[in-house]
């Protein structure tokens, strides 16, 4: 089992800029490829990005290639989602998530609990 929390969202304006944490805990964090995914009101879950495992590769959905950033510390047990540009269309909870690759949610084994980012005008 992998337990997963996310941290960092919050409120802020367009064209600016948050970091989202997710730590992990349970089984060892290194054996995962990490991924961020995100769900808007009334909208499917999307994928955001993903990064393999000793964080050397990484893939990112077209929407925010460019201004966001995933990254991951294996000695904190860590993955990261620098957001940089935000507008008002990034405004989701987000959701980090381990247990899979690609782009699919369902190829995901385990998430978290989401954390809210909102993009003002």
């Known amino acids: 089992q992998v337990q997963l929390v996310e941290s960092g969202g919050g409120l802020v304006q367009a064209g600016g800029s948050l970091r989202l944490s997710c730590a992990a805990s349970?089984?060892?964090?290194?054996?995962?490829?990490m991924a961020w995914f995100r769900q808007a009101p009334g909208k499917e879950r999307e994928f955001v990005a993903v990064i393999s495992r000793d964080g050397g590769s990484t893939y990112y959905a077209g929407s925010v290639k460019g201004r966001f950033t995933i990254s991951r510390d294996n000695a904190k047990n860590t993955v990261y989602l620098q957001m940089n540009s935000l507008n008002p269309e990034d405004t989701a909870v987000y959701y980090c998530?381990?247990?899979?690759?690609?782009?699919?949610?369902?190829?995901?084994?385990?998430w978290g609990q989401g954390t809210q980012v909102t993009v003002s005008s």
């Open positions: 349970g089984r060892t964090f290194s054996v995962f490829p």
């Open positions: 998530a381990a247990g899979g690759y690609g782009s699919s949610s369902r190829l995901y084994d385990y």
